[in-house]
């Protein structure tokens, strides 16, 4: 009776550290030669986004699993290469603590633990246009944002179609109500980069209300809900 209880103790022990092992969650980096890479993951969804100092080059990104020993990546949007859309990528990598190994020998570092409550992957499902709140209806045409360890990035997208119309992300802090973010890369207009914008942020009952004003200066108030 010892010995097989033994066996269940080792076995749960052993699944624990896989599972441990192959979650995949938060931000990472590398560099190739001026080239500055990041790769977010939340909530099963990844975006890996390629850029310089005030110079964008590209993103791409979509749902994933990873099994300790490969990232599958369904890829939902990739503006260097809009027939990869629907097809899934098979990517060899080794993940640990302090980061990730490619089977090319690429090295990621991963930054530090930095949650907030705003952390996971939201879809806008409401924007005020005038003195009315007007809903967003899900279709194949979608703006998503992803939030992990105090990055952000927002895509414009419809898989369908594999149609890209424009990201932007970086850096963010969300207390006391007070939502920041400083851009680090935009897709439409490199001049932004640097800017840091203040917004009201509150979460009610689930959703994200976001208010302020945009990087163009316009007033803007949206609902942003949680993509699961």
């Known amino acids: 009776m010892k010995k097989a209880m033994s066996t269940v103790i080792l076995l749960c022990a052993t699944l624990l550290g896989f599972a441990q092992q192959t979650k995949l969650s938060g931000v990472y980096h590398t560099t190739k030669g001026d080239d500055k890479i990041v790769w977010l993951f939340v909530d099963g969804y990844c975006s890996q986004t390629h850029y310089k100092h005030q110079q964008y080059i590209s993103t791409f990104g979509g749902p994933f699993t990873f099994n300790g020993k490969s990232l599958n990546v369904k890829v939902e949007y990739n503006d260097a290469d809009a027939e990869s859309v629907g097809q899934t990528l098979t990517i060899p990598i080794h993940a640990d603590a302090s980061g990730m190994k490619g089977k090319d020998g690429t090295s990621w570092t991963k930054e530090p ?106 007033p803007i108030h949206e609902i942003w809900s949680r993509e699961l």
């Open 113 to 218: 633990s930095k949650k907030q409550v705003l952390d996971g992957l939201w879809r806008i499902t409401g924007r005020k246009q005038g003195d009315k709140m007007s809903e967003i209806q899900k279709g194949d045409r979608k703006t998503i944002k992803l939030l992990v360890d105090g990055y952000f990035q927002w895509v414009a997208i419809n898989p369908a179609e594999k149609g890209f119309y424009g990201t932007g992300g970086g850096l963010y802090t969300f207390t006391g109500g007070q939502y920041t973010e400083e851009i680090l890369f935009f897709s439409r207009d490199n001049a932004r980069v640097g800017a840091q914008l203040s917004f009201e942020g509150s979460i009610q009952n689930g959703a994200w209300h976001h208010s302020g004003l945009s990087s163009k200066g316009d």
